[in-house]
Protein backbone atom coordinates (compact mmCIF):
# COMPACT_ATOMS: atom_id res chain seq x y z
CA UNK A 1 0.00 0.00 0.00
CA UNK A 2 1.39 3.71 -0.75
CA UNK A 3 2.23 5.79 1.95
CA UNK A 4 -0.11 8.02 2.89
CA UNK A 5 1.21 11.64 3.81
CA UNK A 6 -0.04 15.03 5.31
CA UNK A 7 2.95 17.36 5.16
CA UNK A 8 2.88 20.87 6.73
CA UNK A 9 5.02 23.89 4.79
CA UNK A 10 5.36 26.23 7.08
CA UNK A 11 7.15 28.44 4.73
CA UNK A 12 9.05 31.50 6.83
CA UNK A 13 6.53 31.44 9.31
CA UNK A 14 6.65 31.03 13.55
CA UNK A 15 9.32 32.19 15.94
CA UNK A 16 10.84 29.06 18.13
CA UNK A 17 7.95 29.52 20.70
CA UNK A 18 5.76 29.11 17.99
CA UNK A 19 6.82 26.61 16.27
CA UNK A 20 7.46 24.20 19.90
CA UNK A 21 3.51 25.31 20.84
CA UNK A 22 2.42 24.23 17.25
CA UNK A 23 4.47 21.00 17.19
CA UNK A 24 3.19 20.11 20.80
CA UNK A 25 -0.42 20.62 19.99
CA UNK A 26 -0.21 18.48 17.18
CA UNK A 27 1.10 15.80 19.09
CA UNK A 28 -1.16 15.60 21.68
CA UNK A 29 -4.32 16.39 19.57
CA UNK A 30 -3.79 13.85 16.57
CA UNK A 31 -5.43 10.72 16.09
CA UNK A 32 -3.38 7.45 16.05
CA UNK A 33 -2.63 6.87 12.74
CA UNK A 34 -2.31 3.71 10.74
CA UNK A 35 1.53 2.64 9.51
CA UNK A 36 0.95 3.55 6.20
CA UNK A 37 0.03 7.02 7.24
CA UNK A 38 2.40 9.96 7.98
CA UNK A 39 2.37 13.11 9.34
CA UNK A 40 5.26 15.62 8.43
CA UNK A 41 6.32 19.08 9.76
CA UNK A 42 8.68 20.86 6.79
CA UNK A 43 9.67 23.70 9.31
CA UNK A 44 12.59 26.39 8.71
CA UNK A 45 16.31 25.77 9.21
CA UNK A 46 16.62 27.14 12.96
CA UNK A 47 13.71 24.88 13.92
CA UNK A 48 14.83 21.55 12.69
CA UNK A 49 17.00 20.16 15.28
CA UNK A 50 14.32 20.96 18.06
CA UNK A 51 11.41 20.04 15.60
CA UNK A 52 13.47 16.72 15.40
CA UNK A 53 13.65 16.32 18.91
CA UNK A 54 10.03 16.16 19.46
CA UNK A 55 9.10 13.68 16.89
CA UNK A 56 11.78 11.16 17.65
CA UNK A 57 10.19 7.76 18.78
CA UNK A 58 6.99 8.86 16.85
CA UNK A 59 6.67 7.02 14.40
CA UNK A 60 3.43 8.84 12.39
CA UNK A 61 5.93 12.11 12.85
CA UNK A 62 8.57 13.04 10.93
CA UNK A 63 10.31 16.17 9.73
CA UNK A 64 11.25 17.84 6.47
CA UNK A 65 13.62 20.76 5.10
CA UNK A 66 12.01 23.03 3.08
CA UNK A 67 15.07 23.80 1.11
CA UNK A 68 19.26 22.55 0.38
CA UNK A 69 21.87 23.58 -1.51
CA UNK A 70 22.72 22.02 -4.49
CA UNK A 71 26.40 22.17 -3.95
CA UNK A 72 27.38 19.21 -1.45
CA UNK A 73 30.16 21.55 0.90
CA UNK A 74 32.14 24.24 0.99
CA UNK A 75 32.63 28.37 0.84
CA UNK A 76 29.19 28.99 -0.04
CA UNK A 77 27.69 31.18 2.44
CA UNK A 78 24.28 31.43 4.03
CA UNK A 79 23.75 27.59 2.59
CA UNK A 80 22.71 24.46 4.22
CA UNK A 81 24.11 21.45 2.64
CA UNK A 82 22.12 17.94 2.66
CA UNK A 83 24.82 16.51 4.59
CA UNK A 84 24.20 18.93 7.74
CA UNK A 85 20.59 17.94 7.08
CA UNK A 86 21.56 14.21 6.95
CA UNK A 87 23.41 14.56 10.38
CA UNK A 88 20.42 16.14 12.43
CA UNK A 89 18.72 12.69 10.78
CA UNK A 90 16.17 14.98 8.85
CA UNK A 91 14.54 12.26 6.35
CA UNK A 92 12.62 14.21 4.09
CA UNK A 93 12.99 17.95 2.30
CA UNK A 94 10.77 19.91 -0.11
CA UNK A 95 12.88 20.85 -3.79
CA UNK A 96 11.09 22.85 -6.45
CA UNK A 97 8.24 24.54 -4.61
CA UNK A 98 6.56 27.07 -6.94
CA UNK A 99 8.37 30.09 -4.28
CA UNK A 100 11.72 28.85 -5.27
CA UNK A 101 11.44 28.51 -8.60
CA UNK A 102 9.69 32.06 -8.98
CA UNK A 103 10.89 34.08 -6.39
CA UNK A 104 14.55 32.54 -6.26
CA UNK A 105 14.50 31.32 -9.89
CA UNK A 106 15.60 28.09 -9.04
CA UNK A 107 15.82 25.95 -12.60
CA UNK A 108 15.68 22.26 -13.87
CA UNK A 109 19.44 22.36 -13.62
CA UNK A 110 19.20 23.29 -10.24
CA UNK A 111 16.78 21.54 -8.74
CA UNK A 112 18.26 18.23 -10.27
CA UNK A 113 21.52 18.92 -8.42
CA UNK A 114 20.06 19.29 -5.34
CA UNK A 115 17.40 16.04 -5.70
CA UNK A 116 21.00 14.32 -6.35
CA UNK A 117 22.45 15.91 -2.82
CA UNK A 118 19.67 14.55 -0.96
CA UNK A 119 19.83 11.31 -2.52
CA UNK A 120 23.07 10.74 -1.78
CA UNK A 121 22.63 11.76 1.82
CA UNK A 122 19.26 9.22 1.82
CA UNK A 123 17.31 11.99 2.43
CA UNK A 124 13.73 11.70 0.45
CA UNK A 125 13.04 14.61 -1.58
CA UNK A 126 9.30 15.58 -1.84
CA UNK A 127 9.36 17.10 -5.43
CA UNK A 128 6.54 20.29 -6.25
CA UNK A 129 5.38 20.76 -9.38
CA UNK A 130 2.35 22.65 -10.98
CA UNK A 131 1.57 24.95 -13.23
CA UNK A 132 0.18 28.70 -13.41
CA UNK A 133 -2.86 30.35 -14.09
CA UNK A 134 -2.16 31.31 -17.98
CA UNK A 135 -0.94 27.68 -18.48
CA UNK A 136 -4.17 26.57 -16.68
CA UNK A 137 -6.70 28.79 -18.66
CA UNK A 138 -4.58 27.87 -22.05
CA UNK A 139 -5.06 23.91 -21.20
CA UNK A 140 -1.26 24.08 -21.00
CA UNK A 141 -1.62 22.35 -17.92
CA UNK A 142 -0.57 18.93 -18.99
CA UNK A 143 1.85 19.73 -21.46
CA UNK A 144 3.65 21.72 -18.69
CA UNK A 145 3.66 19.03 -15.83
CA UNK A 146 4.72 16.67 -18.63
CA UNK A 147 7.31 18.65 -19.57
CA UNK A 148 8.86 19.30 -16.12
CA UNK A 149 8.63 15.78 -15.23
CA UNK A 150 10.64 14.97 -18.40
CA UNK A 151 13.30 17.52 -17.14
CA UNK A 152 13.82 17.06 -13.80
CA UNK A 153 11.92 13.81 -11.98
CA UNK A 154 12.85 11.73 -14.86
CA UNK A 155 16.30 12.22 -14.90
CA UNK A 156 16.42 10.07 -11.91
CA UNK A 157 17.26 6.52 -12.59
CA UNK A 158 14.68 3.99 -11.17
CA UNK A 159 15.87 3.29 -8.12
CA UNK A 160 16.82 6.76 -7.21
CA UNK A 161 13.20 7.83 -8.22
CA UNK A 162 11.73 5.14 -5.85
CA UNK A 163 12.79 7.83 -2.87
CA UNK A 164 10.81 10.62 -4.09
CA UNK A 165 7.27 11.54 -3.54
CA UNK A 166 5.35 14.31 -5.84
CA UNK A 167 3.54 17.20 -4.30
CA UNK A 168 1.07 18.49 -7.27
CA UNK A 169 0.72 21.85 -6.86
CA UNK A 170 -1.41 24.21 -8.99
CA UNK A 171 0.37 27.42 -8.73
CA UNK A 172 -3.10 29.22 -8.89
CA UNK A 173 -4.44 27.35 -6.03
CA UNK A 174 -1.34 28.01 -3.61
CA UNK A 175 -2.22 30.87 -0.91
CA UNK A 176 -4.81 31.85 -3.41
CA UNK A 177 -8.18 29.96 -1.44
CA UNK A 178 -9.07 28.61 -4.76
CA UNK A 179 -8.56 25.10 -4.64
CA UNK A 180 -8.32 22.40 -7.72
CA UNK A 181 -11.74 20.65 -8.23
CA UNK A 182 -12.09 16.86 -7.36
CA UNK A 183 -11.92 16.64 -10.73
CA UNK A 184 -9.19 18.61 -11.50
CA UNK A 185 -7.17 17.10 -8.97
CA UNK A 186 -7.94 13.38 -9.71
CA UNK A 187 -7.27 13.49 -13.64
CA UNK A 188 -3.97 15.14 -13.14
CA UNK A 189 -2.59 13.06 -9.75
CA UNK A 190 -3.85 10.42 -12.79
CA UNK A 191 -1.74 11.53 -15.45
CA UNK A 192 1.10 12.27 -13.81
CA UNK A 193 0.59 8.39 -12.16
CA UNK A 194 0.16 7.42 -15.81
CA UNK A 195 3.38 9.46 -17.06
CA UNK A 196 5.44 7.21 -14.40
CA UNK A 197 4.26 4.06 -15.59
CA UNK A 198 5.59 5.04 -18.78
CA UNK A 199 8.99 6.23 -18.05
CA UNK A 200 9.63 3.85 -15.38
CA UNK A 201 7.19 1.14 -14.80
CA UNK A 202 3.91 0.79 -13.60
CA UNK A 203 4.90 -1.04 -10.36
CA UNK A 204 6.76 2.22 -9.51
CA UNK A 205 3.66 3.86 -10.30
CA UNK A 206 1.35 2.44 -8.46
CA UNK A 207 3.80 2.76 -5.48
CA UNK A 208 4.51 6.49 -5.63
CA UNK A 209 2.78 9.11 -3.39
CA UNK A 210 1.39 11.77 -5.03
CA UNK A 211 0.31 14.80 -2.66
CA UNK A 212 -1.94 17.81 -3.98
CA UNK A 213 -0.96 21.17 -2.53
CA UNK A 214 -3.15 24.40 -3.26
CA UNK A 215 -5.54 25.82 -0.55
CA UNK A 216 -5.54 22.61 1.28
CA UNK A 217 -8.08 22.76 4.36
CA UNK A 218 -9.98 21.15 6.79
CA UNK A 219 -13.31 22.11 4.69
CA UNK A 220 -12.20 20.39 1.37
CA UNK A 221 -9.46 18.00 2.41
CA UNK A 222 -11.54 14.75 2.88
CA UNK A 223 -12.87 15.34 -0.46
CA UNK A 224 -9.29 15.44 -2.17
CA UNK A 225 -7.56 12.59 0.24
CA UNK A 226 -10.53 10.22 -0.97
CA UNK A 227 -9.48 10.36 -4.39
CA UNK A 228 -8.13 7.35 -6.16
CA UNK A 229 -4.82 8.77 -7.06
CA UNK A 230 -4.36 11.77 -4.29
CA UNK A 231 -1.91 10.35 -1.72
CA UNK A 232 -2.15 13.11 0.75
CA UNK A 233 -1.43 16.80 1.17
CA UNK A 234 0.96 19.25 1.43
CA UNK A 235 -0.48 22.12 3.22
CA UNK A 236 0.80 25.74 3.41
CA UNK A 237 -1.81 27.86 5.30
CA UNK A 238 -3.89 25.15 7.14
CA UNK A 239 -0.53 23.80 8.77
CA UNK A 240 -0.23 26.96 10.70
CA UNK A 241 -3.01 26.62 13.50
CA UNK A 242 -2.39 23.03 15.12
CA UNK A 243 -6.95 22.84 15.36
CA UNK A 244 -7.28 23.24 11.31
CA UNK A 245 -3.91 20.81 10.78
CA UNK A 246 -4.69 18.18 13.38
CA UNK A 247 -8.49 18.20 10.97
CA UNK A 248 -6.42 17.72 8.16
CA UNK A 249 -4.81 14.38 9.64
CA UNK A 250 -7.74 13.39 10.88
CA UNK A 251 -9.65 13.26 7.39
CA UNK A 252 -6.94 11.12 6.08
CA UNK A 253 -7.11 9.03 9.22
CA UNK A 254 -10.96 8.62 8.71
CA UNK A 255 -10.39 7.51 4.99
CA UNK A 256 -7.53 4.96 5.38
C1 LIG B 1 2.17 25.40 -0.26
O1 LIG B 1 2.76 26.46 -0.17
O2 LIG B 1 2.79 24.35 -0.46
C2 LIG B 1 0.71 25.42 -0.13
C3 LIG B 1 0.04 24.39 -0.55
O3 LIG B 1 0.16 26.55 0.45
P1 LIG B 1 -1.40 26.78 0.80
O4 LIG B 1 -1.91 25.53 1.43
O5 LIG B 1 -1.38 27.94 1.75
O6 LIG B 1 -2.08 27.09 -0.48
Known sequence: ???????????????????????IKTLQQSPKIGANQL???AVPFPFLYTASNFVKEKSQFAVAAQNCSSYAKGAFTGEVSAT???????PFCLVGHSERRTIFNE???????????????????????????????????????????????????????KNVIIAYEPIWAIGTGLTASATQAQEMHQFIRNEIAINYDLEVANQTTILYGGSCN???????FSLADVDGGLIGGASLQPESFVKLISSMHELH
Open 1 to 23: MRLKIVAGNWKMNNTINEAQTLI
Open 39 to 41: TIF
Open 218 to 224: AENAKEL
Open 84 to 90: MLASLGI
Open 107 to 161: NAEVLIEKMKQLLKNRIRPIWCCGENLEQRNTNAHFEVIAAQLKAELFTLDKEEF
